[in-house]
């Protein structure tokens, strides 16, 4: 499946979504509330999904623009947080407000949009000496690891995405990389800031297999490889005794927007 296949698959069980998908460390809010230096900031936020990384800046008075493109999505966010803006657009080809915003910020979605535009289109909706902030959720070597080893097994034989680790499951966090290449291509913005945060999450069987229904690349499976791949790695997590921990990195990459005309911004 595309790119532009794969992000359209989120919407499908957006309750379920809304159940499953983790959190962010409050520390990171904090983080973003010291490099802003502002009390209220005006956010776009791109990818707000249902609101996960949402709902913390709301509950620190933060006035929040987001940007959905499934409208199942945006209707559970709306639900979940009635006061903010949720516009149902691609932020791709959605088109720039006039207005400018003190942080765009987009958590476990930027990979999602098209890599040769979606810096220059932050840089373009942010007021000079605003922020850009990229938050990414990577799966990394911790918890159950012999678990996450054993389930290899199972994606090799029912995906063609088959030892994807190397057999050897999640890698450490710090083989991830603090990449800043796309922020100093565009010549918009400062030195990127990097921070990482690491946590725990215990799942039961049930509690995982919905996790990992809320992930494209398992939901663009066809049902019968599904089911297999699902009953293979149910087995493997009550042989574990029943639960498995699943360890996270949260990395924020974030860059001031500098004082540049905007190119493609009307005057309005």
Same mark, same amino acid.
């Given at each position: 499946?595309?790119?532009?296949?794969?992000?359209?698959?989120?919407?499908?069980?957006?309750?379920?979504?809304?159940?499953?998908?983790?959190?962010?460390?409050?520390?990171?809010?904090?983080?973003?509330?010291?490099?802003?230096?502002?009390?209220?900031?005006?956010?776009?936020?791109?990818?707000?999904?249902?609101?996960?990384?949402?709902?913390?800046?709301?509950?620190?008075?933060?006035?929040?623009?987001?940007?959905?493109?499934?409208?199942?999505?945006?209707?559970?966010?709306?639900?979940?947080?009635? &006061?903010?803006?949720?516009?149902?657009?691609?932020? *791709?080809?959605?088109?720039?407000? +006039? $207005?400018? @915003? #003190?942080?765009?910020?987009?958590?476990?979605?930027?990979?999602?949009?098209?890599?040769?535009?979606?810096?220059?289109?932050?840089?373009?909706?942010?007021?000079?000496?605003?922020?850009?902030?990229?938050?990414?959720?990577?799966?990394?070597?911790?918890?159950?690891?012999?678990?996450?080893?054993?389930?290899?097994?199972?994606?090799?034989?029912?995906?063609?995405?088959?030892?994807? &680790?190397?057999?050897?499951?999640?890698?450490?966090? *710090?083989?991830?990389?603090?990449? +800043? $290449?796309? @922020? #100093?291509?565009?010549?918009?913005?400062?030195?990127?800031?990097?921070?990482?945060?690491?946590?725990?999450?215990?799942?039961?069987?049930?509690?995982?297999?919905?996790?990992?229904?809320?992930?494209?690349?398992?939901?663009?499976?066809?049902?019968?490889?599904?089911?297999?791949?699902?009953?293979?790695?149910?087995?493997?997590?009550?042989?574990?005794?029943?639960?498995?921990?699943?360890?996270?990195?949260?990395?924020?990459?974030?860059?001031?927007?500098?004082?540049?005309?905007?190119?493609?911004?009307?005057?309005?």
């Amino acid at each position: 499946m595309s790119r532009e296949q794969l992000r359209q698959t989120f919407g499908e069980d957006a309750d379920l979504y809304d159940r499953v998908r983790p959190t962010y460390p409050v520390e990171l809010y904090d983080e973003l509330a010291t490099l802003l230096d502002v009390g209220q900031p005006r956010v776009l936020e791109i990818g707000p999904g249902t609101g996960q990384a949402t709902r913390p800046m709301v509950e620190r008075g933060w006035s929040v623009t987001a940007v959905e493109l499934s409208p199942d999505l945006a209707r559970v966010a709306r639900r979940n947080l009635p &006061d903010i803006e949720v516009i149902v657009a691609d932020f *791709d080809s959605w088109e720039l407000p +006039a $207005s400018t @915003f #003190d942080l765009v910020v987009s958590a476990t979605a930027f990979h999602w949009l098209d890599p040769a535009t979606r810096v220059q289109r932050c840089a373009d909706v942010l007021r000079p000496g605003g922020l850009l902030a990229v938050v990414s959720t990577h799966h990394v070597a911790g918890g159950s690891q012999q678990f996450f080893r054993d389930a290899q097994r199972c994606y090799e034989r029912f995906t063609d995405d088959a030892d994807k &680790d190397g057999g050897e499951g999640p890698q450490p966090a *710090d083989t991830i990389p603090r990449d +800043a $290449s796309e @922020f #100093d291509e565009s010549g918009r913005f400062g030195p990127v800031e990097f921070r990482r945060y690491e946590r725990e999450q215990a799942y039961s069987a049930a509690e995982y297999l919905q996790l990992l229904s809320s992930y494209s690349g398992h939901r663009a499976l066809t049902s019968e490889r599904r089911d297999g791949l699902y009953d293979c790695i149910g087995a493997l997590v009550e042989a574990a005794g029943g639960s498995v921990t699943k360890r996270y990195l949260t990395q924020l990459s974030a860059a001031i927007s500098l004082n540049q005309p905007l190119a493609n911004r009307g005057s309005g």
